[in-house]
């Protein structure tokens, strides 16, 4: 009877663990404590041309790259020691509460609703609502003209078809994908009529498909893309809003914005005020 109830309890101290281990696998360290150990742990886009895509070669450029590794090394930490993961939309609040990274980087639009579960530094750019149509298509010209059951298509996670829905054309048909790329490829074949996200990673993808696709009309929302920690992590949160100011200030930020987007015709947005609520 020991020796059963001895194993009964080496059985659940041993669930105990896997389930304490399980639960993201993250770390409980601070990003400004993970810093001072020489490493960092990024959230990032992988598919979003001239702000954040993965290589063939397995590395990174674009403007959200930039920005990530400009506040590391002012965290203190050089770039070769920064592991860039995968995070998608649906996903980073989550990556960063279970500390499974260190802060998020990711055309991350700051709003009251995820205030309630993460913390931002920022904005480090003034983003805006728009369309990406087909070349050829001459019908839709802004949010109004999505109507008749049109198919939009957006990401999982992210509030950009759900706000033409409720305050422009209440027939539109949402088609919800896991990534933008995926929404471009689905734009391309013809199986949605447009993808609505900000313009900036609009702009992105019109370049990549020169001839093919196109943005439509004006941006019609303000997105305050800003950079994604742990809530109540203060300190970090300081730090980093430091570090986006100090990149505004010594050029880096506009010399980042040319390198990406000066070929495509985009016209980036002007520099914006930090935030430190």
């Not at 203190?76 to 939309?89: Q, W, Y």
């Not at 078809?161 to 048909?173: E, L, M, R």
């Not at 880096?252 to 040319?258: N, P, V």
């Amino acid at each position: 009877m020991r020796i059963t109830r001895a194993l009964q309890i080496g059985i659940g101290a041993l669930a105990v663990a896997v389930a304490a281990t399980g639960c993201g696998g993250g770390s409980s360290k601070t990003a400004t404590e993970h810093a001072a150990d020489g490493k960092l742990t990024i959230g990032v886009k992988y598919d979003q041309p001239g702000l954040s895509l993965r290589n063939k070669d397995g590395s990174f450029a674009g403007f959200d790259i930039d920005v990530a590794k400009y506040v590391a090394g002012k965290l203190g930490v050089s770039e070769d020691k920064i592991t860039f993961k995968e995070a998608p939309s649906a996903q980073r609040e989550t990556l960063i509460q279970n500390g499974q990274v260190d802060f998020v980087v990711g055309t991350y639009s700051i709003t009251d609703q995820r205030k309630e579960k993460v913390d931002f530094a920022g904005p480090y750019y003034l983003a805006g609502q728009g369309l990406l149509i087909r070349s050829d298509n001459t019908s839709i010209t802004g949010p109004e003209s999505l109507t008749g059951g049109k198919k939009l298509c957006s990401v999982k996670g992210s509030t950009p078809a759900q706000n033409i829905q409720k305050n422009y054309a209440n027939d539109v048909q949402l088609q919800e994908y896991d990534t933008y790329s995926l929404c471009v490829e689905a734009l391309k074949s013809g199986a949605v009529d447009a993808l609505t996200t900000d313009d900036i990673i609009l702009a992105g993808f019109a370049a990549q498909n020169p001839g093919q696709l196109k943005l439509a009309g004006k941006p019609f929302t303000t997105e305050k893309y800003g950079i994604g920690v742990k809530k109540g992590d203060t300190e970090s949160r300081g730090k980093i809003n430091d570090a986006i100011e100090s990149m505004i200030n010594d050029g880096a930020w506009k010399a980042s914005l040319d390198k990406n987007f000066g070929a495509t015709g985009f016209q980036p947005s002007a520099p914006p005020q930090v935030d430190r609520y």
